[in-house]
């Protein structure tokens, strides 16, 4: 079963604007909420996180929205970059259990 | 550097081999993980380690066994592997905090890209 949905494959948006990459979930336990960052022949980096009692958390360019009662999940990059040209997951989980479960994955690409 | 090292990132092998992927933290992490990703899929959880004990086995093939003999080290010995098991197979590692508090984000290797033939 896949509790977390990334239903979009790819985006593409020019550099300069904004970049919105979406996520869902299914499973209500999920607290904490994350996405990662993944280049070409490189494991996925850690970039930005939100735990359930925050609906907003921002990081300079990276900013994370979370609906709880929507399941859903946003990560938001302005200005994108051409270097902001990955793929990106989101992950989710419940507090205290090792088990992260992550999305497809959303391949982001900036245009210069 | 990433602090999670695997080796090697590339690895052929047929259905009759055997072989180990191997996984070095540097990070003074307590947990680690083996993490399955094939082509346009989530990546799958296969085996968590807490504390240097298998917590998480999730279904995996008993083709598949993990050994984690200390905090900073993980390995994944394969057997008779499938063909549909080629994939890319990430180690990741992380600091668990308590009962109460949440778990920080995973830290991941580079991969090993594996190819059964």
């Known amino acids: 079963d896949q509790q977390v949905k990334q239903n979009s494959p790819s985006l593409s948006v020019q550099e300069g604007r904004i970049s919105i990459l979406n996520c869902d979930y299914t499973n209500s336990m999920f607290d904490y909420f994350l996405w990662y960052k993944k280049y070409p022949a490189e494991g996925p980096t850690f970039l930005i996180s939100?735990?359930?009692?925050?609906d907003k958390n921002e990081d300079g360019r990276f900013t994370v929205f979370l609906n709880k009662s929507a399941k859903h999940l946003s990560l938001h990059i302005v200005p994108s970059q051409p270097g902001d040209s990955a793929v990106y997951f989101c992950a989710a989980s419940a507090r205290n259990n090792n088990d992260m479960r992550f999305g497809a994955g959303t391949r982001l690409t900036v245009k210069p | 550097e990433t602090g999670v090292t695997q080796t090697p990132r590339h690895l052929v092998m047929g259905m009759t081999n055997k072989k180990s992927l191997k996984c070095e933290q540097h990070l003074g992490h307590n947990a680690m993980y083996w993490y399955k990703q094939s082509a346009k899929k989530p990546l799958e959880l296969m085996f968590v380690y807490s504390l240097e004990e298998r917590v998480e086995n999730n279904s995996v093939p008993s083709r598949f066994s993990p050994e984690c003999p200390n905090s900073s080290h993980l390995f994944l010995h394969l057997h008779t592997l499938q063909p549909e098991d080629s994939a890319l197979y990430l180690c990741a590692s992380s600091r668990l905090t308590g009962a109460s508090s949440y778990n920080s984000p995973l830290h991941f290797g580079n991969g090993t890209r594996l190819t059964v033939t």
């Open positions: 939100i735990s359930s009692i925050k």
